[in-house]
T-cell receptor
Framework: AQSVTQLGSHVSVSEGALVLLRCNYS??????LFWYVQYPNQGLQLLLK??????LVKGINGFEAEFKKSETSFHLTKPSAHMSDAAEYFC????????????FGTGTSLTVIP | NAGVTQTPKFRILKIGQSMTLQCTQDMNHNYMYWYRQDPGMGLKLIYYSVGAGITDKGEVPNGYNVSRSTTEDFPLRLELAAPSQTSVYFC????????????FGPGTRLLVL
């Protein structure tokens, strides 16, 4: 069974500061991992994903994440927060079988303080 | 491409009423999904489909039905609306399995009173 834990339902950072959003997963098979962003009253947009290969993946808007198998983690980072980064962020895991079902974390709301 | 479209954007239902949430994608994706999003709970999978004529239950299917007569459309049916079905519903699609991206629609906000 797959599951995702996002530590911290709310994270606040100052503009220009490092953004770190935590995601730990549980998977019985090699996972596929995703980060999505949701702006108010909108659907989810893909930020980045890990499937195979390089464990450090780069996404849109300057975000990146590193797959660490030993820690079962896929934390999302951005070196310098921008006001426009304020949104809800969801981590998801898929095992790639059984209809490619995704299992989502409960989300982290990011606030950027000017 | 319009991507994944959903209608309506918002709806208020009375308890016991029925309605269909529409979802259409124009990307020729064979996999489609319905999720509900409740505050603080993330997204939960209701039903999914791996192709026309094939559907299967997700994590929270009770109170819902789906059909998939075409590749493009994947409607979600609520037969007897209950307050517990107040939520935001998202439709998504993907081209194939094995970890490929799911693309999401803008959502339907449903309020059951």
């Amino acid at each position: 069974a797959q599951s995702v834990t996002q530590l911290g339902s709310h994270v606040s950072v100052s503009e220009g500061a490092l953004v770190l959003l935590r995601c730990n997963y549980s998977s019985s098979v090699p996972p596929y991992l995703f980060w999505y962003v949701q702006y108010p009253n909108q659907g989810l947009q893909l930020l980045l994903k890990y499937t195979t290969g390089a464990t450090l993946v780069k996404g849109i808007n300057g975000f990146e994440a590193e797959f660490k198998k030993s820690e079962t983690s896929f934390h999302l980072t951005k070196p310098s927060a921008h006001m426009s980064d304020a949104a809800e962020y969801f981590c998801a895991v898929s095992d790639g079988v059984a209809g490619n079902q995704f299992y989502f974390g409960t989300g982290t709301s990011l606030t950027v303080i000017p | 491409n319009a991507g994944v479209t959903q209608t309506p954007k918002f709806r208020i239902l009375k308890i016991g009423q029925s309605m269909t949430l529409q979802c259409t994608q124009d990307m020729n994706h064979n996999y489609m999904y319905w999720y509900r999003q409740d505050p603080g709970m993330g997204l939960k999978l209701i039903y999914y489909s791996v192709g026309a004529g094939i559907t299967d239950k997700g994590e929270v299917p009770n109170g819902y039905n789906v059909s998939r007569s075409t590749t493009e459309d994947f409607p979600l049916r609520l037969e007897l609306a209950a307050p517990s079905q107040t939520s935001v519903y998202f439709c998504a699609s993907s081209y194939s399995p094995q970890g490929l991206t799911q693309y999401f629609g803008p959502g339907t906000r449903l309020l059951v009173l």
